[in-house]
Protein backbone atom coordinates (compact mmCIF):
# COMPACT_ATOMS: atom_id res chain seq x y z
CA UNK A 1 0.00 0.00 0.00
CA UNK A 2 1.34 3.75 -0.53
CA UNK A 3 0.90 6.21 1.72
CA UNK A 4 -1.48 9.03 1.21
CA UNK A 5 1.75 11.75 0.50
CA UNK A 6 3.12 9.34 -1.72
CA UNK A 7 0.10 8.62 -3.89
CA UNK A 8 -1.18 11.89 -3.85
CA UNK A 9 2.24 12.61 -5.60
CA UNK A 10 2.39 10.44 -8.06
CA UNK A 11 -1.39 11.51 -9.07
CA UNK A 12 0.19 15.27 -9.13
CA UNK A 13 3.46 14.04 -10.88
CA UNK A 14 1.15 12.61 -13.68
CA UNK A 15 -1.06 15.81 -14.20
CA UNK A 16 -0.24 17.96 -16.53
CA UNK A 17 -2.51 21.16 -17.65
CA UNK A 18 -5.04 19.96 -20.82
CA UNK A 19 -4.32 21.93 -23.92
CA UNK A 20 -6.74 24.21 -25.49
CA UNK A 21 -7.99 28.10 -24.23
CA UNK A 22 -11.07 29.92 -25.39
CA UNK A 23 -12.32 33.73 -24.49
CA UNK A 24 -15.43 33.90 -22.44
CA UNK A 25 -17.50 36.89 -20.59
CA UNK A 26 -16.06 37.65 -17.57
CA UNK A 27 -19.57 37.36 -16.01
CA UNK A 28 -19.72 33.33 -17.31
CA UNK A 29 -16.25 33.18 -15.93
CA UNK A 30 -16.79 31.91 -12.44
CA UNK A 31 -14.77 28.85 -11.36
CA UNK A 32 -12.97 28.51 -14.34
CA UNK A 33 -9.13 28.62 -14.55
CA UNK A 34 -6.69 31.88 -16.17
CA UNK A 35 -4.90 30.72 -19.42
CA UNK A 36 -2.99 34.25 -19.59
CA UNK A 37 -2.11 36.81 -16.63
CA UNK A 38 -4.73 39.44 -16.81
CA UNK A 39 -2.67 42.67 -16.49
CA UNK A 40 -4.53 46.37 -15.64
CA UNK A 41 -4.93 48.90 -18.63
CA UNK A 42 -5.85 51.46 -16.34
CA UNK A 43 -4.94 52.63 -12.45
CA UNK A 44 -7.32 51.65 -10.01
CA UNK A 45 -8.84 54.44 -8.70
CA UNK A 46 -8.13 56.15 -12.13
CA UNK A 47 -8.11 59.70 -10.51
CA UNK A 48 -7.80 61.21 -6.78
CA UNK A 49 -10.95 59.95 -5.51
CA UNK A 50 -12.56 61.22 -1.79
CA UNK A 51 -13.46 58.47 0.61
CA UNK A 52 -16.12 60.94 2.50
CA UNK A 53 -18.74 62.42 2.14
CA UNK A 54 -17.57 65.90 2.93
CA UNK A 55 -15.71 69.04 1.88
CA UNK A 56 -12.87 69.45 -0.17
CA UNK A 57 -10.20 72.20 0.92
CA UNK A 58 -6.57 73.70 0.15
CA UNK A 59 -5.11 73.32 3.69
CA UNK A 60 -3.37 76.33 3.12
CA UNK A 61 -6.94 78.14 3.06
CA UNK A 62 -7.16 76.78 6.65
CA UNK A 63 -6.03 79.89 9.12
CA UNK A 64 -6.49 77.94 12.45
CA UNK A 65 -8.11 74.89 13.82
CA UNK A 66 -12.04 75.47 14.42
CA UNK A 67 -13.55 78.25 13.13
CA UNK A 68 -12.02 78.55 9.58
CA UNK A 69 -15.37 79.51 7.05
CA UNK A 70 -15.13 79.10 3.72
CA UNK A 71 -17.75 80.05 0.79
CA UNK A 72 -18.69 76.61 -1.37
CA UNK A 73 -17.66 77.05 -5.20
CA UNK A 74 -18.96 74.01 -6.53
CA UNK A 75 -20.66 70.18 -5.65
CA UNK A 76 -19.33 67.43 -6.93
CA UNK A 77 -21.59 64.49 -7.57
CA UNK A 78 -19.47 60.35 -8.00
CA UNK A 79 -19.34 60.84 -11.94
CA UNK A 80 -19.10 64.18 -12.52
CA UNK A 81 -15.87 65.92 -13.79
CA UNK A 82 -14.79 68.87 -11.29
CA UNK A 83 -13.70 72.43 -11.61
CA UNK A 84 -10.32 73.17 -10.17
CA UNK A 85 -10.55 74.18 -7.02
CA UNK A 86 -10.56 78.06 -6.28
CA UNK A 87 -7.79 79.21 -3.79
CA UNK A 88 -9.95 80.51 -0.39
CA UNK A 89 -13.00 77.73 -0.87
CA UNK A 90 -14.43 74.64 -0.42
CA UNK A 91 -15.93 72.28 -2.66
CA UNK A 92 -19.02 70.43 -1.70
CA UNK A 93 -17.67 66.59 -2.03
CA UNK A 94 -19.42 63.26 -2.38
CA UNK A 95 -17.84 59.56 -1.66
CA UNK A 96 -16.61 57.91 -4.88
CA UNK A 97 -15.86 61.94 -6.67
CA UNK A 98 -12.80 63.31 -8.48
CA UNK A 99 -11.02 65.32 -6.19
CA UNK A 100 -10.70 69.02 -7.97
CA UNK A 101 -7.34 70.24 -9.06
CA UNK A 102 -5.94 72.32 -6.36
CA UNK A 103 -7.61 70.37 -3.59
CA UNK A 104 -5.25 68.69 -1.02
CA UNK A 105 -7.56 67.58 1.68
CA UNK A 106 -11.30 66.33 2.60
CA UNK A 107 -12.56 66.97 5.60
CA UNK A 108 -15.68 64.92 6.64
CA UNK A 109 -19.22 66.11 6.91
CA UNK A 110 -19.82 65.28 10.42
CA UNK A 111 -16.75 68.12 10.81
CA UNK A 112 -18.29 70.85 9.87
CA UNK A 113 -21.35 72.93 9.48
CA UNK A 114 -22.52 74.19 6.62
CA UNK A 115 -24.90 77.56 6.69
CA UNK A 116 -25.77 79.25 3.26
CA UNK A 117 -23.29 79.33 0.48
CA UNK A 118 -20.33 78.93 3.32
CA UNK A 119 -19.13 76.18 5.38
CA UNK A 120 -17.61 75.85 8.85
CA UNK A 121 -14.37 73.85 9.42
CA UNK A 122 -14.35 72.34 12.33
CA UNK A 123 -11.16 70.18 11.87
CA UNK A 124 -7.33 70.85 10.61
CA UNK A 125 -7.21 67.81 8.77
CA UNK A 126 -3.43 66.58 7.66
CA UNK A 127 -2.77 66.79 3.90
CA UNK A 128 -4.15 64.14 1.57
CA UNK A 129 -6.58 63.25 4.50
CA UNK A 130 -9.60 60.98 2.85
CA UNK A 131 -8.18 61.46 -0.45
CA UNK A 132 -7.78 57.95 -2.19
CA UNK A 133 -4.80 58.83 -4.43
CA UNK A 134 -5.07 57.63 -8.31
CA UNK A 135 -3.47 54.15 -8.44
CA UNK A 136 -3.62 53.43 -4.59
CA UNK A 137 -4.88 50.06 -5.53
CA UNK A 138 -3.84 48.68 -8.74
CA UNK A 139 -0.91 50.69 -10.70
CA UNK A 140 -1.71 50.48 -15.04
CA UNK A 141 0.67 47.55 -16.16
CA UNK A 142 0.40 45.60 -13.48
CA UNK A 143 -0.68 41.84 -13.41
CA UNK A 144 -3.81 41.74 -11.10
CA UNK A 145 -4.82 38.27 -11.43
CA UNK A 146 -1.70 35.21 -12.69
CA UNK A 147 -2.47 32.49 -15.11
CA UNK A 148 -3.39 29.47 -12.91
CA UNK A 149 -5.39 31.67 -10.80
CA UNK A 150 -9.03 29.91 -10.15
CA UNK A 151 -11.95 32.52 -10.63
CA UNK A 152 -13.51 33.74 -7.41
CA UNK A 153 -16.46 35.85 -7.70
CA UNK A 154 -14.31 38.73 -5.94
CA UNK A 155 -11.70 37.46 -8.92
CA UNK A 156 -14.24 38.50 -11.47
CA UNK A 157 -15.03 41.51 -9.83
CA UNK A 158 -11.41 42.86 -9.57
CA UNK A 159 -10.98 41.88 -13.47
CA UNK A 160 -14.49 43.88 -14.19
CA UNK A 161 -12.49 46.72 -12.24
CA UNK A 162 -9.74 47.42 -14.62
CA UNK A 163 -12.49 46.88 -17.69
CA UNK A 164 -11.85 43.13 -18.78
CA UNK A 165 -15.33 42.07 -20.28
CA UNK A 166 -13.47 38.51 -21.23
CA UNK A 167 -11.04 36.76 -19.83
CA UNK A 168 -8.49 33.63 -21.38
CA UNK A 169 -9.39 30.60 -19.60
CA UNK A 170 -8.51 27.22 -20.19
CA UNK A 171 -11.36 24.67 -21.52
CA UNK A 172 -13.17 23.13 -18.99
CA UNK A 173 -11.85 19.72 -17.90
CA UNK A 174 -13.87 16.59 -19.42
CA UNK A 175 -14.83 13.63 -17.16
CA UNK A 176 -16.69 10.66 -17.85
CA UNK A 177 -18.06 8.50 -15.09
CA UNK A 178 -19.34 5.53 -14.75
CA UNK A 179 -20.74 2.61 -11.58
CA UNK A 180 -20.42 -0.56 -11.31
CA UNK A 181 -22.39 -3.03 -9.23
CA UNK A 182 -25.35 -4.84 -10.23
CA UNK A 183 -27.34 -4.15 -6.14
CA UNK A 184 -26.89 -0.27 -7.48
CA UNK A 185 -30.44 0.54 -8.15
CA UNK A 186 -31.43 4.53 -9.24
CA UNK A 187 -34.04 6.93 -6.73
CA UNK A 188 -37.41 6.43 -8.11
CA UNK A 189 -37.17 2.52 -8.78
CA UNK A 190 -38.24 -0.32 -6.92
CA UNK A 191 -35.87 -1.40 -4.59
CA UNK A 192 -35.19 -5.18 -5.25
CA UNK A 193 -34.08 -7.74 -2.01
CA UNK A 194 -30.35 -7.17 -1.60
CA UNK A 195 -30.26 -3.95 -3.80
CA UNK A 196 -29.22 -0.55 -2.62
CA UNK A 197 -30.04 3.13 -4.03
CA UNK A 198 -27.21 4.76 -6.01
CA UNK A 199 -26.08 7.35 -3.91
CA UNK A 200 -22.40 7.97 -5.22
CA UNK A 201 -23.72 8.92 -8.54
CA UNK A 202 -25.13 12.13 -7.36
CA UNK A 203 -22.16 12.72 -4.77
CA UNK A 204 -19.44 12.42 -7.45
CA UNK A 205 -21.35 14.06 -10.35
CA UNK A 206 -22.22 17.20 -8.05
CA UNK A 207 -18.32 17.07 -7.31
CA UNK A 208 -17.15 16.80 -10.68
CA UNK A 209 -19.68 19.67 -11.84
CA UNK A 210 -18.92 21.70 -8.84
CA UNK A 211 -15.45 22.09 -9.83
CA UNK A 212 -16.52 23.34 -13.19
CA UNK A 213 -16.05 19.78 -15.34
CA UNK A 214 -17.79 18.96 -18.02
CA UNK A 215 -19.32 15.80 -17.36
CA UNK A 216 -20.79 12.57 -19.27
CA UNK A 217 -22.22 10.07 -17.07
CA UNK A 218 -22.19 6.48 -18.65
CA UNK A 219 -24.73 5.89 -15.66
CA UNK A 220 -24.62 2.11 -13.82
CA UNK A 221 -22.47 -0.50 -15.80
CA UNK A 222 -23.17 -4.20 -15.58
CA UNK A 223 -21.18 -6.25 -13.23
CA UNK A 224 -19.15 -8.27 -16.38
CA UNK A 225 -15.34 -8.01 -17.47
CA UNK A 226 -16.71 -7.68 -20.99
CA UNK A 227 -19.26 -4.60 -20.61
CA UNK A 228 -16.91 -2.61 -18.32
CA UNK A 229 -13.91 -2.66 -20.93
CA UNK A 230 -16.63 -1.74 -23.10
CA UNK A 231 -17.61 1.16 -21.25
CA UNK A 232 -13.59 2.05 -21.16
CA UNK A 233 -13.10 2.16 -24.81
CA UNK A 234 -16.34 4.61 -25.48
CA UNK A 235 -15.65 6.66 -22.72
CA UNK A 236 -11.47 7.23 -23.38
CA UNK A 237 -12.62 8.81 -26.18
CA UNK A 238 -13.43 12.71 -26.06
CA UNK A 239 -12.32 12.74 -22.48
CA UNK A 240 -9.41 13.76 -20.56
CA UNK A 241 -10.10 11.55 -17.21
CA UNK A 242 -12.47 8.80 -16.71
CA UNK A 243 -13.84 8.24 -13.07
CA UNK A 244 -15.49 5.32 -11.82
CA UNK A 245 -17.05 4.43 -8.52
CA UNK A 246 -16.83 0.90 -7.29
CA UNK A 247 -15.34 -2.41 -8.49
CA UNK A 248 -11.32 -1.78 -7.89
CA UNK A 249 -11.06 -4.20 -4.96
CA UNK A 250 -9.82 -7.83 -5.65
CA UNK A 251 -13.11 -9.51 -5.81
CA UNK A 252 -14.76 -12.69 -8.10
CA UNK A 253 -16.91 -9.18 -8.90
CA UNK A 254 -14.49 -6.39 -8.84
CA UNK A 255 -13.86 -6.08 -12.32
CA UNK A 256 -12.54 -2.55 -13.01
CA UNK A 257 -8.97 -3.52 -12.24
CA UNK A 258 -8.54 -6.16 -14.60
CA UNK A 259 -10.68 -4.12 -17.23
CA UNK A 260 -8.43 -1.07 -17.17
CA UNK A 261 -4.74 -3.32 -16.98
CA UNK A 262 -6.62 -5.03 -20.30
CA UNK A 263 -7.30 -1.27 -21.93
CA UNK A 264 -4.46 0.39 -20.65
CA UNK A 265 -2.26 0.48 -17.45
CA UNK A 266 -2.94 0.71 -14.36
CA UNK A 267 -0.30 2.69 -11.69
CA UNK A 268 -1.33 2.13 -8.28
CA UNK A 269 -4.52 0.59 -6.60
CA UNK A 270 -4.15 0.38 -2.91
CA UNK A 271 -3.91 3.41 -0.52
CA UNK A 272 -3.00 3.36 3.17
CA UNK A 273 -5.78 5.65 4.38
CA UNK A 274 -9.15 5.35 6.04
CA UNK A 275 -11.47 5.40 4.69
CA UNK A 276 -10.87 4.62 0.69
CA UNK A 277 -8.38 1.71 1.03
CA UNK A 278 -9.10 0.87 -2.71
CA UNK A 279 -8.20 3.31 -4.98
CA UNK A 280 -6.99 2.89 -8.64
CA UNK A 281 -4.86 5.06 -10.90
CA UNK A 282 -3.58 4.79 -14.20
CA UNK A 283 -4.68 5.33 -18.40
CA UNK A 284 -6.94 3.65 -20.76
CA UNK A 285 -5.67 3.61 -24.60
CA UNK A 286 -7.82 5.71 -26.70
CA UNK A 287 -9.19 4.03 -29.99
CA UNK A 288 -6.03 5.17 -32.56
CA UNK A 289 -3.63 3.92 -29.62
CA UNK A 290 -5.69 0.25 -30.10
CA UNK A 291 -4.27 -0.88 -33.25
CA UNK A 292 -0.80 -0.38 -32.05
CA UNK A 293 -1.09 -2.08 -28.56
CA UNK A 294 0.71 -4.89 -29.56
CA UNK A 295 3.81 -3.54 -31.15
CA UNK A 296 5.42 -2.97 -27.82
CA UNK A 297 2.86 -4.43 -24.49
CA UNK A 298 5.56 -2.82 -22.20
CA UNK A 299 5.74 0.70 -23.76
CA UNK A 300 3.52 3.42 -22.26
CA UNK A 301 1.33 4.96 -24.78
CA UNK A 302 2.12 8.86 -24.80
CA UNK A 303 -0.26 11.49 -23.05
CA UNK A 304 -1.89 12.21 -26.63
CA UNK A 305 -3.16 8.36 -26.78
CA UNK A 306 -4.78 7.70 -23.78
CA UNK A 307 -6.52 9.08 -21.16
CA UNK A 308 -6.05 9.09 -17.42
CA UNK A 309 -8.36 6.50 -14.97
CA UNK A 310 -9.09 6.68 -11.51
CA UNK A 311 -11.02 4.71 -9.76
CA UNK A 312 -12.95 5.32 -6.34
CA UNK A 313 -13.96 2.60 -3.81
CA UNK A 314 -17.63 1.75 -3.73
CA UNK A 315 -18.42 2.92 -0.31
CA UNK A 316 -19.69 6.13 -0.49
CA UNK A 317 -17.82 7.85 2.23
CA UNK A 318 -14.66 5.79 1.07
CA UNK A 319 -15.71 7.35 -2.40
CA UNK A 320 -16.23 11.20 -0.98
CA UNK A 321 -13.15 11.40 0.69
CA UNK A 322 -11.24 9.91 -2.00
CA UNK A 323 -11.94 12.25 -4.35
CA UNK A 324 -11.54 14.83 -2.12
CA UNK A 325 -8.30 14.12 -1.66
CA UNK A 326 -7.38 12.95 -4.55
CA UNK A 327 -9.17 13.82 -7.74
CA UNK A 328 -9.81 17.40 -6.45
CA UNK A 329 -6.14 18.27 -6.82
CA UNK A 330 -6.02 15.78 -9.76
CA UNK A 331 -8.82 17.62 -11.59
CA UNK A 332 -7.41 21.50 -10.55
CA UNK A 333 -4.21 20.22 -12.08
CA UNK A 334 -5.47 19.35 -15.39
CA UNK A 335 -7.35 22.38 -15.41
CA UNK A 336 -4.01 24.51 -14.93
CA UNK A 337 -4.44 25.77 -11.71
CA UNK A 338 -2.08 26.85 -9.52
CA UNK A 339 -3.53 26.10 -6.20
CA UNK A 340 -4.31 22.57 -5.66
CA UNK A 341 -3.61 21.89 -2.10
CA UNK A 342 -6.54 22.90 0.70
CA UNK A 343 -5.31 25.54 3.46
CA UNK A 344 -5.26 23.46 7.11
CA UNK A 345 -6.37 24.16 10.40
CA UNK A 346 -4.71 23.50 13.53
CA UNK A 347 -7.75 22.97 16.09
CA UNK A 348 -8.19 21.72 19.30
CA UNK A 349 -9.67 18.17 19.93
CA UNK A 350 -12.64 18.31 22.42
CA UNK A 351 -12.84 14.04 22.36
CA UNK A 352 -10.48 11.02 22.69
CA UNK A 353 -10.52 7.98 20.02
CA UNK A 354 -7.78 5.71 22.19
CA UNK A 355 -7.93 2.46 19.59
CA UNK A 356 -5.07 4.29 16.72
CA UNK A 357 -5.22 2.68 13.15
CA UNK A 358 -2.04 1.68 10.97
CA UNK A 359 -3.21 3.50 8.26
CA UNK A 360 -3.42 7.54 7.68
CA UNK A 361 -7.33 8.24 9.05
CA UNK A 362 -9.18 10.91 7.69
CA UNK A 363 -11.95 11.56 10.47
CA UNK A 364 -15.37 13.09 9.86
CA UNK A 365 -15.67 16.31 12.82
CA UNK A 366 -17.09 19.45 13.10
CA UNK A 367 -16.90 22.62 15.46
CA UNK A 368 -18.31 23.72 18.02
CA UNK A 369 -19.04 27.03 20.13
CA UNK A 370 -16.01 26.57 21.88
CA UNK A 371 -13.84 26.57 18.78
CA UNK A 372 -12.81 22.72 19.28
CA UNK A 373 -13.96 19.79 17.23
CA UNK A 374 -16.28 16.82 17.92
CA UNK A 375 -16.02 13.19 16.34
CA UNK A 376 -18.99 12.29 14.64
CA UNK A 377 -19.47 9.24 16.60
CA UNK A 378 -19.83 6.15 14.06
CA UNK A 379 -16.68 7.00 11.19
CA UNK A 380 -17.60 3.89 9.26
CA UNK A 381 -16.92 4.53 5.68
CA UNK A 382 -21.00 3.28 4.91
CA UNK A 383 -22.30 6.28 7.21
CA UNK A 384 -23.09 9.06 4.50
CA UNK A 385 -24.89 11.57 7.21
CA UNK A 386 -21.31 11.84 8.90
CA UNK A 387 -20.43 14.12 5.41
CA UNK A 388 -23.40 15.90 6.25
CA UNK A 389 -23.36 16.42 9.68
CA UNK A 390 -19.76 17.36 9.51
CA UNK A 391 -17.62 20.55 8.78
CA UNK A 392 -14.41 18.73 7.25
CA UNK A 393 -11.88 15.81 8.01
CA UNK A 394 -9.05 15.62 10.72
CA UNK A 395 -6.27 14.55 9.14
CA UNK A 396 -4.79 11.74 11.42
CA UNK A 397 -1.45 10.26 10.77
CA UNK A 398 -1.07 6.42 10.78
CA UNK A 399 -1.07 4.81 14.37
CA UNK A 400 -1.95 7.93 15.95
CA UNK A 401 -4.67 7.96 19.14
CA UNK A 402 -6.10 11.17 20.09
CA UNK A 403 -6.34 12.52 23.14
CA UNK A 404 -8.42 15.28 24.21
CA UNK A 405 -6.96 18.80 24.51
CA UNK A 406 -3.81 18.03 21.77
CA UNK A 407 -3.82 19.85 18.63
CA UNK A 408 -4.80 17.88 15.14
CA UNK A 409 -4.81 18.99 11.47
CA UNK A 410 -8.44 19.87 10.44
CA UNK A 411 -9.30 20.20 6.66
CA UNK A 412 -12.62 22.39 6.36
CA UNK A 413 -14.95 21.45 3.77
CA UNK A 414 -15.16 24.82 2.79
CA UNK A 415 -11.97 23.90 1.65
CA UNK A 416 -12.55 20.48 0.09
CA UNK A 417 -15.34 21.44 -2.00
CA UNK A 418 -14.81 24.64 -3.71
Known amino acids: MLATAEALATLLGAASPIAGTESI ?41 GGSRLPVSQRIPAGHAPMPLVPGTAAHIFTGATVPPGADAIVMQEQTEAAGDEVAILHTPQTGEWITAQGADIRSGSIILPAGTRLTPQALGLAASVGCAKLQVRRR ?5 FFTGDELTMPGEPLKPGAIYNSNRFTLRGLLEKLGCEVTDYGIVADRLDATRATLREAAGGHDLILTCGGVSVGEEDHVKPAVEAE ?68 LSLAGARTVAPRTLSLRADFTQSKADRRNEFLRARLNEAGGLDLFPNQSSAVLTSTVWGDGLIDNPPNHAIRAGETVRFIPFSELLN
Open 25 to 65: PTLDALNRVLSADVTSPLDVPPMNTSAMDGYAIRTADLARA
Open 264 to 331: GRLSMWQIAMKPGKPLAFGAVRRAAAHTNANADASASASASAETFFIGLPGNPVSSFATFLLFVRPFV
Open 173 to 177: VKVAV
